[in-house]
């Protein structure tokens, strides 16, 4: 019975490693191409490991399209919102768990409520409010529009309702201001949390796409997504290189992700994940 | 900031949650409600930009559905969602339940099925476009292997739905996998050991224990996964361009047209307001069903 057992555990293990290996697939053939020179590239049959890798395609990407800046871009871009969005949704976490006030309720119902408005369903309007304030081709415009968002606010409202009142009590008689006791207290508190939201949403700025499409016309402003893009839209794709830019692009996202690991299953079970 | 004790916070009006929250509310007015509200006005009238809006009524909504376009749209957004969410589900459940034993290196196996959920739409799409690549991809390299013959997938109207599709279904299917996991997780060992005791197999293990007790999974990740799929934007975007012609122009390609590339504000906020409707109703749906539960 238990051998039984055993010799069908690792059976299915058997067919779970050849799962994974289908789903890293596209990954490995992604590194594969990158690393490929021009005549590697079209062999038949396929080089799956490269004889000569061109390690020089990263480097080339560069010269392709003026990718140096549309990274800085997208990391300006990224990291501001992280900071933004991260601290005002700890912010507003803690007022709407530890505060009473009037209209506390139906305030957090209307912004729990915004949770059913994709962002692509007001893209028009927001476009046309982005433009009147003139912020068309801008940080700004990439950033302040989806800097609020429900999920990590009420994700930060649950994690904060679990925080001893008592701690926040103590630090009021020890005469301590109202703000000094959320960054003083309470953040040093909220480590996982604040993992999860800044993973997250560092995750979903760097990867967002049609709202850098709408808004940005400039080259120079165009963020890294916008950029593949672009280059696939071009006559000829040079796909050794394409390939070497998709890779350097995913890395940003795997590094935030293995930093943060620990929080992270925690993170989507609780989120849903929602871009 | 105001330095009152905790009593006389009590008693006074008190001014500092509203400015704590102050940066979110401006945010979600400005961004959210408002536009909300805008797009309401802005879909009954004609606009491009250029000069104010003419107030149209209904004229706009009376078009759409006489535009074959629109309903062709509507149609592919259908098809992508109704094949791709049963699908990705299903694997996803039946990866959650293989996985959710003792299995050397689970981590890593979990983390590589999540992993493609993790790569931005457009990395993804750009990789699967050149697997499918008529000419010097790798799936038609390994048709030809087989001896059946290379198929233009991206490029032919019957093919390229079911390309994007097979892309989302390598997206989508491991995120599926992490939260039906978490679900499998909360169903306590005893349930399970019971069973066992009254001789049930494992079929209606299944059926009588495993099923039931993820129904709120279930549910929840039903909902997303169908706003996800009415959602669909970037990967199609990427890997076809909504063609070849309109044969996988999809509801939101579509709004982005008629918006961006034709410049019918009024005409692409209708169809946009008639995405949220569907939207809103759905989650509605869901609300209700949790509700009675």
């Known amino acids: 019975m238990n051998s039984n057992k055993h010799s069908k555990n690792f059976w299915i293990a058997v067919l779970l490693w050849l799962a994974a290996l289908v789903t890293l697939f596209p990954f490995f053939w992604m590194g594969s191409t990158a690393l490929k020179g021009a005549r590697e590239l079209f062999l038949r049959p396929p080089v799956f490991v490269p004889h000569y890798p061109e390690w020089s395609n990263f480097a080339k990407v560069f010269t392709v399209a003026p990718f140096g800046r549309y990274f800085m871009n997208s990391a300006i871009v990224a990291g501001l919102s992280v900071i933004l969005t991260v601290f005002i949704n700890l912010l507003a976490g803690y007022t709407f768990a530890k505060y009473r006030f009037k209209g506390r309720k139906v305030l957090l119902l209307m912004i729990v409520a915004t949770m059913m408005v994709p962002f692509q369903v007001i893209m028009v309007p927001n476009f046309i409010i982005i433009s009147a304030l003139g912020w068309l081709n801008s940080y700004l415009g990439l950033i302040i529009p989806r800097a609020a968002e429900a999920f990590g606010l009420f994700l930060s409202k649950q994690f904060m309702d679990d925080i001893p009142d008592e701690l926040i009590e103590a630090a009021r008689i020890d005469g301590q201001s109202e703000f000094r006791i959320f960054t003083g207290i309470i953040l040093p508190n909220c480590r996982p949390l604040i993992g999860v939201l800044a993973t997250f949403t560092f995750m979903w700025r760097w990867n967002d796409f049609i709202w850098p499409l709408i808004i940005l016309s400039k080259k120079e402003m165009f963020t890294v997504q916008l950029g593949m893009s672009n280059l696939i839209g071009q006559f000829y794709v040079e796909w050794n290189l394409l390939m070497a830019v998709a890779l350097l692009s995913v890395l940003p996202v795997l590094a935030i992700f293995l930093m943060f690991q620990r929080f992270f299953v925690q993170g989507i079970t609780t989120t849903g994940m929602k871009g | ?279 809103f109703s759905l989650t509605m749906f869901h609300l209700r069903e949790d509700r009675s539960k």
């Open chain 2, 1 to 279: 900031m105001s330095t009152q004790s905790a009593r006389t916070a009590r008693t006074r009006f008190n001014f500092t949650p509203y400015l704590f929250l102050a940066p979110n509310l401006i945010l979600f007015l400005t961004f959210m409600f408002i536009p909300i509200g805008y797009a309401f006005y802005i879909s009954l009238t004609q606009w491009s930009l250029i000069g104010s809006p003419q107030w149209v009524g209904l004229a706009n909504f009376v078009r759409l559905l006489g535009e074959r376009e629109f309903w062709i749209s509507m149609w592919n957004t259908l098809y992508y969602t109704v094949t791709t969410v049963p699908a990705s589900m299903f694997l996803g459940l039946l990866g959650a339940i293989l996985l959710n034993r003792r299995i050397p290196c689970k981590g890593i196996l979990r983390g590589s099925f999540f992993a493609p959920a993790v790569t931005s739409l457009v990395t993804a799409g750009l990789i699967w476009q050149w697997i499918f690549s008529t000419e010097y991809g790798i799936i038609n390299y390994l048709l030809t292997l087989v001896g059946m013959q290379p198929q233009p997938w991206l490029t032919s109207n019957a093919l390229a739905m079911p390309s994007v599709i097979v892309a989302t279904l390598w997206i989508r299917s491991g995120y599926c996998m992490v939260i039906y996991l978490a679900g499998l997780q909360g169903i306590p060992r005893e349930y399970y050991e019971a069973a066992e005791i009254d001789g049930a197999g494992k079929l209606s293990q299944f059926k009588y224990i495993t099923w039931p007790l993820l129904g709120s999974t279930t549910t929840f990740l039903l909902v997303i996964c169908v706003i996800y799929g009415f959602m669909a934007f970037d990967l199609l975007y990427v890997m076809t361009g909504g063609g070849p012609g309109f044969s996988t122009t999809v509801m939101v390609h579509y709004i982005y047209q008629q918006a961006f590339s034709v410049g019918e504000m009024g005409y692409a906020t209708a169809a946009a307001v008639i995405l949220f409707l569907l939207i």
